[in-house]
Every structure is written in C-alpha cells, then in structure tokens.
C-alpha cells in the first residue's frame, strides 16, 4: 500500500503529452504508445470476422450448408 501512496503522480505529464498531440491533430486512439497494436488487432479480428461471414453467407446462398464441403 505504501506503494500507492508514495507513487508520483504522472497525470500532469501525462496530461501535457495528450494535449499536445491533440492539438497537431492526431486522433485520439492513436495517441498512446500501444494504440498502433490495438488497432491492428482490432482490424484484424474485425475484417477476418466480415470476412468468414461474407463467405459463409455466400455458400449458404449457393446451397452449400458447410464451410469446405459439398454436401
């Protein structure tokens, strides 16, 4: 707990690095240090998932009712 409350506090500093780059007009979620990774990930599971569904979708409307097989 002493950890805590000895901690320094980083909000200013913090506080200025964020506003700064806001004001060169970077978007908030690319601010921080692990945004480019989040991002990317996001993409990733977010496209991938569109994606399998397209394709599902489009064998479901040829008839097929499995992902690889003709039944």
Do not use: C
């Not at 002493?2 to 979620?29: C, S």
């Not at 990774?37 to 979708?57: D, E, H, P, R, V």
Request: proline content about 4%; charged content about 15%; overall charge positive.
């Amino acid at each position: 707990m002493a950890g805590l409350v000895n901690a320094p506090n980083r909000v200013p500093e913090k506080q200025r690095f964020y506003q700064q780059a806001y004001k060169n007009h970077t978007r908030l979620w690319k601010i921080g240090p692990r945004s480019g990774i989040m991002i990317t990930t996001f993409n990733i599971a977010m496209w991938g998932t569109f994606g399998a569904s397209m394709y599902a979708m489009s064998r479901k409307v040829l008839g097929y009712n499995t992902w690889f097989q003709e039944d």
